[in-house]
T-cell receptor, first 115, second 114 residues
Framework: DVKVTQSSRYLVKRTGEKVFLECVQD?????MFWYRQDPGLGLRLIYF???????EKGDIPEGYSVSREKKERFSLILESASTNQTSMYLC??????????????FGQGTRLTVV | AQTVTQSQPEMSVQEAETVTLSCTYD???????LFWYKQPPSRQMILVIR??????QNATENRFSVNFQKAAKSFSLKISDSQLGDAAMYFC???????????FGTGTRLTIIP
């Protein structure tokens, strides 16, 4: 069974801490994505990567950075966590078809609370 | 830029009945895909159904079907014979041509009444 695994299901961090959210996929997918999910706002794209060491900003990149050193792993970094980053974070992966028609596979989400 | 709008934050339906969730979108592309994803309480997003814009025929997957109106830019999801396991958040999504990044609607929370 194909899998996207996020390192934590729940996380509580203090304001100002550096936070790492890890995501691993086992499908040899080129594309990996980090989305943020908030009630009433749906899912919004933070960053995505289409290859190792490549990254592109999504719609809401401010306050976040990412790292992709290996094809299967995509990390989201909150350099200095703030309370307005309290949210659900979803990682996804997909193959690179170039047509937009491929299915994305999602992790189970990390609910991050910044206190 | 593409936009996706879901105007129903919440819907409810009696078990075994039929419900339709609405979605409208905006794009300047002529060929594209559209998706409906389901997020149950377990939080695992699952692809429910996919429609390719150039296909006239509406997509169907078992009890799930779409009503795709390209000219109106409307893409609604119909769930027939609703079951308790259908209770979830449903998101309409538009994938970007070329890199597969998804633009999501704000979601519709579907409740199934036993």
């Amino acid at each position: 069974d194909v899998k996207v695994t996020q390192s934590s299901r729940y996380l509580v961090k203090r304001t100002g801490e550096k936070v790492f959210l890890e995501c691993v996929q086992d499908m040899d997918h080129e594309n990996m994505f980090w989305y943020r999910q908030d009630p009433g706002l749906g899912l919004r794209l933070i960053y995505f990567s289409y290859d190792v060491k490549m990254k592109e900003k999504g719609d809401i990149p401010e306050g976040y950075s990412v790292s992709r050193e290996k094809k299967e792993r995509f990390s989201l970094i909150l350099e200095s966590a703030s309370t307005n980053q309290t949210s659900m974070y979803l990682c996804a992966s997909s193959s690179l078809s170039g047509t937009g028609g491929v299915k994305a596979f999602f992790g189970q989400g990390t609910r991050l609370t910044v206190v | 830029a593409q936009t996706v709008t879901q105007s129903q934050p919440e819907m409810s339906v009696q078990e075994a009945e039929t419900v339709t969730l609405s979605c409208t979108y905006d794009t300047s592309e002529s060929d594209y895909y559209l998706f409906w994803y389901k997020q149950p309480p377990s939080r695992q997003m699952i692809l429910v159904i996919r429609q390719e814009a150039y296909k006239q025929q509406n997509a169907t997957e078992n009890r799930f079907s779409v009503n795709f109106q390209k000219a109106a830019k409307s893409f609604s999801l119909k769930i027939s014979d609703s079951q308790l396991g259908d209770a979830a958040m449903y998101f309409c999504a538009y994938p970007n041509f070329g890199n597969e990044k998804l633009t999501f609607g704000t979601g519709t929370r579907l409740t199934i009444i036993p």
